[in-house]
């Protein structure tokens, strides 16, 4: 059984696939006391759901010790939670106050039940009326007096644009500067069409209840979201395990559980020997990231493949690697031979294969396309190269672009890129950036909710791991599993980042690690670290040689 499998991932639920377990999960347990529960049988069973999920947030809000609290809530489930919390926070000694954009009349079912026993605990209820009527006289410090707004007003279910009185409060909240935590989503984000308005709260926290959410890790949402929180809710397994939609959520805390086992006696073969073939005349800098990455997460022989040009400046630059220079010379067709202007200088081409191929004849896994060129021998090369690999390989970068020049009428769902990816015998990953994924299988698609489904096709019928860097980063597998890695650093968005993914995937291959394992811890090494160089260095200054560096760190060592 795959590690990942293991780990009990939390799935990540679409706004839809979160409604349908509410429900779901509401009328199971309700069928747990009674063979025909009432309406209201269902409603105590949401009800025990909302406390929970009222109690994580006051914890929350409690460990941020700050007061007075503001709570602003809707007439829904999503203002009960924040009636529970105010409930908390009163029986507690913290000081807060409820302000609703619905009447109290307004309030069914579990709401009406919260909104109960909060007044009944002592709690007081103000609309937000007069609020609301103070702003728009000019009064913009309605709020001077608190230090921390918690939104509980539309949450998940929220969809098109605020009505008036939603909106005002929103921008009541803003001016306020003050930090927020959202419950379930910020007010004024759209989880129907996964975009925020614009007019929206951009909450410092956002509490998730239940399952993480894809809107708090996208580019839309994020802005809005802030940091996302997960409160776990007691959601019966069964419907969890129906409502699952084969997208989860995996974060630094996977990293010990997914690391190779290291031989204490094992000698530097038996911690594994990738083969990387990359680098070029203009592009040595590729092909040293990659092999010291490598070199960094624990990969015992690491033998670099580049071409004659550049294997003094690599040397120089690097101690440990083997190198298995590629001498240049004369293409297949007998041109400049011996000429340093010659275009294929510096370069991989097809003469090259032979001695690439007994090199992998040692490999444990091989990682090909760091800094290659698309010159037309090296593309050549590089389609002859990969169907007579047969150990677990990387392609990235060169060796991807070289695959997409197949697409001779542009990129579809059945091309040729795509047959000769699922033709290829050996295991692989794919670590395409958005524009090297376009190349191949077309743009992405503009919502950001339908890239889980579109890679988990590919996967599919190209039979390989296909990891798509970005801000997340998404992971997918032939098993039409997408592990969703949630990250957002501008300052891995430098050339050379990706180089050095590249080197810490191949070092995890060649230690044994199945492809989708290596790509997703890799991926979290890659965010940790990265993540601690930033924190060291700033996102400004910061460079992918730096995050190597870090990489001690992200093993934890």
């Not at 608190?146 to 803003?174: H, S, W, Y």
């Not at 509490?207 to 997960?230: E, H, Q, S, T």
């Not at 091989?366 to 698309?374: K, R």
Request: glycine share 10%; proline share 5%; net charge negative.
């Amino acid at each position: 059984m795959s590690e990942l499998c293991s780990l009990n991932l939390e799935p990540i639920l679409s706004t839809g696939g979160m409604r349908s377990l509410d429900a779901a999960s509401k009328d199971f347990l309700a069928k747990t006391f009674k063979n025909n529960p009432s309406e209201q049988d269902v409603v105590l069973c949401g009800y025990t759901l909302m406390k929970e999920a009222g109690l994580a947030l006051f914890k929350h809000v409690k460990a941020k010790a700050l007061e007075p609290v503001a709570i602003f809530v809707g007439g829904g489930n999503n203002g009960g939670d924040g009636l529970v919390l105010a409930k908390h926070l009163l029986q507690a000694g913290i000081m807060c106050s409820v302000f609703g954009l619905a009447d109290t009349n307004k309030f069914k079912n579990e709401a009406k039940r919260a909104l109960d026993d909060y007044l009944n605990a002592g709690g007081t209820f103000a609309n937000c009326s007069d609020l609301i009527e103070k702003f728009r006289q000019g009064t913009h410090d309605c709020l001077a007096n608190f230090k921390l707004v918690v939104d509980c007003m539309l949450g998940n279910g929220a969809k098109g644009k605020l009505r008036p009185e939603f909106a005002t409060v929103v921008q009541i909240i803003n001016e306020s500067g003050l930090p927020v935590i959202a419950a379930d989503a910020p007010t004024g984000y759209d989880s129907a069409a996964h975009i925020s308005n614009d007019i929206c709260i951009h909450a410092k926290e956002t509490m998730l209840f239940g399952f993480p959410r894809l809107d708090a890790y996208v580019k839309d949402g994020g802005n809005a979201f802030g940091k996302a929180v997960i409160a776990q809710l007691s959601y019966p397994a069964e419907i969890v395990q129906k409502s699952d939609e084969k997208n989860y959520l995996v974060t630094e805390d996977a990293i010990p559980q997914l690391l190779p086992k290291r031989d204490e006696w094992g000698d530097k073969r038996v911690q594994g020997n990738p083969l990387i073939i990359a680098g070029s005349k203009d592009m040595p800098g590729a092909a040293a990231l990659c092999t010291e990455a490598a070199l960094r997460s624990g990969a015992g022989l690491v033998t670099l493949a580049t071409t004659e040009a550049i294997t003094p400046i690599i040397q120089a630059k690097l101690s440990e690697p083997v190198f298995c220079s590629l001498a240049d010379g004369e293409n297949r067709e007998g041109e400049c031979r011996g000429d340093a202007l010659c275009e294929n200088r510096g370069t991989l081409q097809p003469q090259h294969i032979s001695v690439l191929l007994q090199r992998a004849k040692h490999a444990t896994a091989i990682a090909i396309g760091p800094g290659l060129t698309t010159n037309a021998g090296t593309v050549q090369a590089v389609l002859e190269l990969l169907p007579q690999l047969n150990v677990p390989t990387v392609i990235d970068a060169d060796a991807l672009n070289a695959i997409a020049t197949l697409n001779d009428n542009g990129p579809t769902c059945d091309g040729a890129a795509i047959e000769y990816l699922h033709q290829l015998q050996s295991t692989a990953i794919l670590t395409p950036h958005i524009r090297e994924f376009a190349r191949l299988f077309g743009s992405l698609p503009d919502d950001s909710f339908e890239i889980p489904s579109r890679l988990r096709a590919l996967a599919s019928s190209t039979n390989k791991i296909i990891l798509l860097k970005g801000a997340p980063t998404y992971i997918a597998s032939p098993d039409k599993n997408v592990y969703v890695i949630p990250t957002a650093n501008s300052g891995m968005a430098k050339g050379g980042s990706g180089d050095v993914l590249t080197g810490i995937i191949v070092a995890l291959l060649a230690q044994g690690l199945a492809t989708p394992e290596a790509a997703t811890l890799g991926a979290l090494l890659h965010q940790k670290a990265g993540r601690v160089t930033r924190e060291e260095l700033g996102a400004f200054s910061m460079l992918p040689s730096d995050v190597i560096k870090m990489l001690p760190a992200a093993f934890g060592c």
